[in-house]
């Protein structure tokens, strides 16, 4: 784990330096089995990278980069070196999600009409002059394009996607900027369909004043509907 570290502190020194250091790992006999990237998003793709073409496993948070020719870039190193490559999307692995999931496949719910995702929160409902994690998540250069939209409403998504067992084939959305000098969105509200006929409403929010970490889901369908949120995560309502 030290030696983890200290070559992550030598993308600073070049990416030479640093695909040299995970190829030395590598090599070594007590070699490391799976490296988690946990950094900013632009620093995904490089490290991501190196440790693929090392042959060792990756296991990426969200998002996997921040554009498309870095995210086809990984892909392709993941197929070329057989190296296991995971993005992490974990809410998915709260079991009442999964049950969720299960009555919907089951047909429990009948057709599904109507889909609800929410993930409120008001961390940034204010500037926060000094909060590195505030910094870098409303600078493009190190967040990627999106804001909200990149950091909580593509877990909302994901979640909703999970759950009914398809991704939606039509989406349309506003993104907002309340905070005055913010350069990326901190509210976006987006409509989706699928394919199945099923509609739905995405709202995500960092400016949602009162609210801490409100990830919810609600599907209904013309027998029944089901109703789960993060902060109970161990219930979830069943109304036939």
């Known amino acids: 784990i030290t030696e983890m570290r200290l070559s992550l502190g030598m993308i600073g020194g070049g990416e030479g330096a640093f695909i040299g250091a995970v190829h030395r790992m590598a090599a070594r006999a007590d070699r490391i089995d799976a490296v988690a990237i946990v950094t900013p998003n632009h620093l995904h793709h490089g490290p991501a990278r190196a440790f693929l073409d090392a042959g060792i496993a990756v296991i990426c948070d969200k998002p996997l980069t921040t554009n498309l020719a870095d995210a086809l870039d990984l892909a392709a190193a993941a197929a070329r070196t057989g190296a296991p490559f995971v993005l992490t999307h974990n809410y998915s692995g709260y079991a009442m999600v999964r049950q969720m999931r299960a009555m919907v496949a089951a047909g429990t719910l009948g057709a599904i009409r109507v889909v609800q995702a929410e993930y ?21 250069d190190r967040a990627g394009p999106g804001g909200a939209l990149g950091d909580i409403a593509t877990h909302a998504y994901h979640l909703a996607t999970f759950v009914l067992g398809a991704p939606a084939d039509q989406v349309s959305a506003e993104t907002s900027r309340f905070v ?50 993060q902060e109970d995560p161990d219930m979830l309502r069943f109304a036939p």
């Open 180 to 229: 005055e000098g913010r350069r990326l969105d901190d509210d976006v509200q987006l409509r989706l369909r699928w394919a199945g006929g099923a509609r739905g409403q995405l709202w995500a929010s960092q400016v949602a004043v009162g609210a801490a970490n409100g990830l919810r889901l609600r599907v209904y369908g013309e027998n029944a509907g089901l109703e789960w949120a």
């Open 120 to 140: 409120a929160q008001d961390w940034l409902a204010r500037p926060l002059p000094g909060n590195k994690q505030a910094d870098w998540r409303g600078d493009p």
